[in-house]
């Protein structure tokens, strides 16, 4: 119940395309799901979070979508970019993310140009 | 602010050595969080504490691995002995801990490697 699936493992695209990221989980006590994106020889480091009172959340480029009856969420990045090539976490949490993180596997995404 | 500074960034050691890797949070925050990451366990969470108390430590593998916060600006995390099993990157994350805050902010983390 602790855990979130995150899928694919790895996600190749090109320059100026959409790039999906989706995550899944059990526990209907998660409240806070953000995620993360960590560049080679970084921490990982906030990108965008989710509450589930709302369905879709959208900073830039980047948008999470929200289901929460099927307990999922997505990360799409539009107009995906070279320099969009990292690895990205999806994570959930209790409290409003102040207790701990679990996080998904990670998905490497690159990004063509 | 300087963020969440670990130190040493890389360290390798012998089997059987005692390690200690350093952080320091984010001055003003209240929770710190240890975690691993290797390619085939991803991110897992060690220990955390909150206001400098240890609430959650069951992610520490074993009785190797013992992990301390004195005061608000500095925790260790101890490998003793050490085990080529132990080689992965070791990430320190700190938070305000309150609902509402924005997420963590991780150190750039402490590359172990123990032959």
């Known amino acids: 119940q602790q855990q979130v699936k995150q899928s694919p493992q790895s996600l190749i695209v090109q320059k100026g395309g959409i790039s999906i990221i989706n995550c899944a989980y059990e526990n209907t006590a998660f409240d806070y799901f953000p995620w993360y994106q960590q560049f080679p020889g970084k921490g990982p480091a906030l990108l965008i979070a989710i509450r589930p009172d709302v369905s879709e959340k959208k900073e830039g480029r980047f948008t999470i979508s929200f289901n929460k009856s099927a307990k999922q969420f997505s990360l799409h990045i539009m107009d995906s970019q070279p320099g969009d090539s990292a690895t990205y976490f999806c994570?959930?949490?209790?409290?409003?993310?102040?207790?701990?993180?679990?996080f998904g596997k990670g998905t490497k995404l690159t990004v063509n140009p | 602010d300087a963020g969440v500074i670990q130190s040493p960034r890389h360290e390798v050691t012998e089997m059987g050595q005692e390690v200690t890797l350093r952080c320091k949070p984010i001055s003003g925050h209240n929770s710190l969080f240890w975690y691993r990451q290797t390619m085939m366990r991803g991110l897992e969470l060690l220990i955390y504490?909150?206001?400098?108390?240890?609430?959650?430590d069951s992610g520490m593998p074993e009785d190797r691995f013992s992990a301390k916060m004195p005061n608000a600006s500095f925790s260790t995390l101890k490998i003793q002995p050490s085990e080529p099993r132990d080689s992965a990157v070791y990430f320190c994350?700190?938070?305000?801990?309150?609902?509402?805050?924005?997420?963590?902010?991780f150190g750039s983390g402490t590359r172990l490697t123990v032959v």
């Open positions: 994570a959930a949490s209790y409290r409003g993310g102040s207790e701990k993180l679990v």
């Open positions: 994350a700190s938070s305000f801990g309150l609902e509402g805050s924005y997420g963590y902010t």
């Open positions: 504490f909150n206001n400098n108390v240890p609430i959650d």
